[in-house]
Every structure is written in structure tokens, then in C-alpha cells.
């Protein structure tokens, strides 16, 4: 378990190196729409898991870059109550939830927060890539990154703008 919230932590701390850099040059609208929609799907998931209904949720909506943080937070802090609880053999429990279009599913624990691990550095890595197209720097959200800073002991620094 000590692993997976490691990985999570690390997730957690790459949303924030990327929301910080978006803050810092206020965009490019393209990067904040795959960072809405990171976030929100994260928190679909979390319902999901918790036995909620999530049909027709939006999972690519409109936010400004203050309600991605609003979400962010929000999200960090349900996922680390959620690990905090968990015991290995939950991770082996079946989680029957219903896709966005209606559409009857069924994961264990442990695929569903592989997905989700993925799924945000998917999208981190195209809001760089957003990035480097609109004439920037990515910034660097790698997880060797996020250990060599924890084994350090270092605080987590402000990441470099997204774009120059």
C-alpha cells in the first residue's frame, strides 16, 4: 500500500507542478481544458468508487484555471482519505460503476487506480506538449523528479512557467 499512495503522492505533486506553471503565464486555454478535464475525471472516479451514479457526467468542462485548483485540492484530499483506509485485499474488490453514456462496467480497485495513474500523466505530458507548440518549455513532472526531491528532503519548488 506504502507504494501505491507513493504514486499518488507523486501524481498529486505533478498536478500541482503543472497547475502552477498554467497559473504563472495564465494559460494557454488548449493546457487548462486537459487539466479541467484531468481533474474532473478523477473526481468521476472517486464517485465511481464511492458507488455513485456518474451517467452524463461532464467529463470535459469549462473551468478556469482557480477552479482547477478548487478541484485539485478537493480531489488530493478525497484520494488520500480513500488510500488512508485501504488494506491490500481492497484492492482486489470489484467495483461495479456505469460509464458516462450508460454503459454497465466492472473493475477491481487496483485497475481502476492504474488507470487513473496513467490517465493524469497522459494528460500532463499532452498539456506540455500544448506547451512546447505554443512556443514554451514543458515542465518537468517525471516521478525520479518527485524522488530525488523527497529523498533530499527538499521542499517542492514552484515550477518553471510552462511558457517562456
Same mark, same amino acid.
Given at each position: 500500500?506504502?507504494?501505491?499512495?507513493?504514486?499518488?503522492?507523486?501524481?498529486?505533486?505533478?498536478?500541482?507542478?503543472?497547475?502552477?506553471? $498554467?497559473?504563472? #503565464? %495564465? *494559460?494557454?486555454?488548449?493546457?487548462? +481544458? !486537459?487539466?479541467?478535464?484531468? =481533474?474532473?475525471?478523477?473526481?468521476?472516479? $472517486?464517485?465511481? #468508487? %464511492? *458507488?455513485?451514479?456518474?451517467?452524463? +457526467? !461532464?467529463?470535459?468542462?469549462? =473551468?478556469?484555471?482557480?477552479?482547477?485548483?478548487?478541484?485539485?485540492?478537493?480531489?488530493?484530499?478525497?484520494?488520500?482519505?480513500?488510500?488512508?483506509?485501504?488494506?491490500?485485499?481492497?484492492?482486489?474488490?470489484?467495483?461495479?460503476?456505469?460509464?458516462?453514456?450508460?454503459?454497465?462496467?466492472?473493475?477491481?480497485?487496483?485497475?481502476?487506480?492504474?488507470?487513473?495513474?496513467?490517465?493524469?500523466?497522459?494528460?500532463?505530458?499532452?498539456?506540455?506538449?500544448?506547451?512546447?507548440?505554443?512556443?514554451?518549455?514543458?515542465?518537468?513532472?517525471?516521478?525520479?523528479?518527485?524522488?530525488?526531491?523527497?529523498?533530499?528532503?527538499?521542499?517542492?519548488?514552484?515550477?518553471?512557467?510552462?511558457?517562456?
Amino acid at each position: 500500500m506504502a507504494n501505491l499512495q507513493k504514486q499518488f503522492l507523486h501524481d498529486q505533486w505533478a498536478n500541482a507542478q503543472v497547475l502552477s506553471a $498554467l497559473r504563472e #503565464i %495564465g *494559460g494557454p486555454p488548449s493546457a487548462v +481544458a !486537459e487539466m479541467a478535464h484531468l =481533474l474532473t475525471a478523477q473526481t468521476v472516479w $472517486l464517485a465511481r #468508487i %464511492g *458507488g455513485e451514479d456518474t451517467v452524463g +457526467a !461532464e467529463l470535459w468542462p469549462k =473551468l478556469s484555471l482557480e477552479e482547477c485548483g478548487e478541484l485539485m485540492t478537493w480531489n488530493s484530499q478525497h484520494y488520500n482519505e480513500l488510500l488512508g483506509d485501504l488494506v491490500a485485499e481492497d484492492l482486489d474488490e470489484i467495483i461495479n460503476y456505469t460509464t458516462t453514456k450508460g454503459v454497465p462496467q466492472a473493475q477491481p480497485l487496483s485497475e481502476i487506480f492504474h488507470h487513473l495513474l496513467l490517465h493524469g500523466a497522459h494528460h500532463r505530458g499532452k498539456i506540455n506538449l500544448l506547451a512546447i507548440i505554443a512556443g514554451g518549455r514543458p515542465v518537468a513532472v517525471d516521478y525520479i523528479a518527485y524522488a530525488i526531491q523527497q529523498s533530499a528532503g527538499a521542499a517542492i519548488p514552484t515550477a518553471e512557467p510552462v511558457l517562456s
